[in-house]
């Protein structure tokens, strides 16, 4: 087994499910404003990564200062700002967490307790540098620099090996080839109501979502952003102002003009393909993002 598929041992376990599942429903309780604030979809983007680059990267650049005497005061000052910027970290994690599957739940669990550890240790090195007790400070800040890096490690494995933040949208977007898919007669496609039509993938045919509105088509891959699900069967609402065509299975809401999400989970963007009309036929393609030349 290689170092970090111990990883999948631990997300193939029940054994702390009854303990998360209150935790993982208290999150979920949230208002929905506060959680897409969270989740970054206003941002068009995870927002957890992005938080997660301060704390970690203050601890370990206070690791660097520490070695050197003359720079102690700085790695102190650094040690502050990565606890201060733990907490928002912490809470855009845990909103992204309680809508994930449970494998990713099961190991974003371990790495939620390793990292409020290692908040432990850096607050205790705060209060022994207070007190004067620096050999202390130090000691403590290297033992929560190693509790994070690997905890950091465990996030990594969520998001790479598990595909807990990637945009599946993308992914089934990459196997679609790029010529004009052919999604039949506009007046056969049912007015406000997403259809499913497919198009040819590398091997496999690729599932879109297509939505008519009178006399205008959009044409979106059909597996959510946020972690597949089929926006083919999803609905079409009107969310914050916009049209959107809305997931049946976490309720992300995706405006039909640009595929932006307008309420998540979902922090990526919808995969949008433009759309031309042929004698009365409507054809798609993907645009050039996921095309050579
Ligand atoms: S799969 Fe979760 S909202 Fe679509």
């Given amino acids: 087994m290689s170092l970090l598929g111990v990883l999948d041992r631990i997300a193939d376990k029940p054994t702390f499910d009854k303990a998360i599942e209150p935790v993982r429903k208290a999150v979920a309780a949230l208002p929905q404003a506060v959680k897409d604030l969270l989740h970054g979809t206003w941002l068009g983007h995870p927002l957890h990564p992005v938080l997660a680059q301060v704390p970690v990267g203050s601890w370990v650049s206070a690791g660097i200062l520490d070695v050197i005497p003359a720079t102690r005061p700085a790695a102190t000052l650094l040690i502050g700002t990565g606890v201060a910027a733990a907490v928002p970290t912490a809470m855009s994690g845990a909103a992204d967490w309680s809508e994930q599957e449970v494998g990713v739940r099961r190991l974003g669990a371990v790495h939620a307790v390793a990292n409020t550890a290692a908040l432990g240790l850096y607050v205790g090195s705060l209060v022994a540098r207070s007190k004067g007790a620096g050999t202390w400070g130090r000691v403590l800040a290297y033992s929560g620099l190693g509790l994070a890096s690997g905890s950091a490690a465990i996030g990594g494995h ?17 196997s679609l080839t790029p010529e004009w898919i052919d999604l039949g007669p506009l007046d056969d496609l049912p007015d406000n109501k997403p259809t499913l039509r497919t198009g040819e993938g590398q091997g496999a045919p690729v599932p879109l979502a297509v939505v008519r509105r009178g006399a205008r088509v959009d044409a979106f891959i059909g597996s959510c952003s946020h972690l597949g699900g089929p926006l083919p069967e999803g609905t079409i609402e009107q969310v914050r102002g916009s049209d959107c065509l809305v997931c049946p299975w976490h309720g992300s809401a995706f405006e039909l003009d640009e595929g932006q999400p307008r309420r998540g989970p979902a922090a990526n963007a919808q995969e949008k393909l433009e759309v031309r009309y042929v004698a009365g036929r409507v054809e798609a393609r993907l645009a050039g993002r996921h095309t050579e030349g």
């Fill in 158 to 174: 969520m998001s790479y090996s598990l595909s807990s933040g990637a945009s599946h949208s993308a992914t089934a977007a990459r």
